[in-house]
Each structure stands twice: as C-alpha cells, then as structure tokens.
C-alpha cells in the first residue's frame, strides 16, 4: 500500500516555507552553525491540544521539548531498560546546560483521566498502563476520589506534576545543579478550555494563574 503523503502537512510546510522560513531564515542559518543552545526545557504531554511552542510562542532554538503520555518523568532507574525521557533529561542537563526544566502538565489529560478510570488496556502490552503506574505515588498523596469528578482529576493532574518535580530530584545530575543553583525546576499547568496558564509557587506547591492569563469566574483549576 503506498499512502500518500497527508495533504494537511503539505499546505502546512507550504505555509511555513511562505512565512516562518523567510522571516527566520538568519536564525535558522545561526543555529545549524552554531548548534542548538537552547535554556529551557519542557516536560509536555502528547496532547495535540497542548503544543508547548504554541503555547509560549517559540522560536525554533528556543525550547528543548520532550513530549510523553501525560507529561511524567519517571524515577532515576540505571536499570538497562528503554528511557527515552531519561535519556531527553541527560542530554538537556548533561550537553545542552539547559538552565530550566518545566513539568507541563494540562487540564482534561486523557492519560490522567485513563489511571482514574481504572481502564481496560488498549492493547496486550498495556504500555500506557505500565507508563502511567508512575502517578500511583501522586494519586495515593492526592486521596480517594470525592465529590465532583472534574475537580479530582484536577487536583489529580497538579499532584502528578507534583510527583514528576519529586523524581525529577532523583537524578543525581539534576540535583546536583538544582543544589548549586545553576538549574530550575518548575510546574506549569494548562487550561485547553481557557487558555489560562497556571504556575507552580515554588515555597508553598501551590497553582496560581501567570501574570497575563485570563481568567474564567469558576473556581480554578477545574473549570479550565
Ligand atoms: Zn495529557
């Protein structure tokens, strides 16, 4: 069978080439001399409705992106086994000296709402049910399910960011940085309905809206 390739991703390279290209040609020209450098590296998930570069107007250099089922870093385990979001981690912190890494987690997260549920495995490898074990430790801190559902897979999506800034610290390279205080780690969290963009305060654990979002008259974060 020979599929064509999609029409969508033609007009959008078309698009690009018509527009982006030619407007950062010079830095696109820089960064295949000089290399990629970029600060900041972001813990996305696979949501298509959560595109970090969208989401902070990126410029390509600008964010080292690693994008997984539900946004989570899995513990530090030198075990052997396939890591690919270990191996983004090693490469940003070990290579690129990034200087920041946000944990990006979403509002109405699919992965989330999947552990929540308890759901059957898609398939018999049950790879997301193996990969989204890891927010048991979140789940267990964020309690038993009660009262209004979308509310507790709220407080479920913000306890596993929580959860991924806590392993993110048992890689030895990252605490180490993060102790001298040449690396950040943050938690940011994105409201697909809204648009609003909460931020982690580093002392207290607790989500507010970033400076600039807007703000629906619902309580946060459930309504986002
Ligand atoms: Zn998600």
Known sequence: MTASFPERLLSGYQAFVG??????????EA??????SPEIMIIGCCDSRVSPEVIFDASPGEMFVVR?????????????EYHGTSAALEFAVQALKIKHIVVLGHARCGGIRAFADEAEPLSPGDFIGKWMSLIAPAAERAGPPSGDRAAYLAKL???SIENSLRNLMT???IRVLVEKGRLALHGAYFGVATGTLLLRDPDSGEFHPAPGAPLG???????L
């Open 157 to 159: 999506e913000l306890a």
């Open 68 to 80: 997984n089922v539900a946004n989570l870093v899995p513990p530090y385990e030198p075990n052997g």
């Open 31 to 36: 960064l295949a001399e000089k290399g990629q």
């Open 19 to 28: 527009d982006r290209l030619v407007r950062e040609r010079e830095r696109y």
């Open 217 to 223: 008259r619902r309580p946060l974060p459930h309504c």
């Open 171 to 173: 890689f030895p390279c």
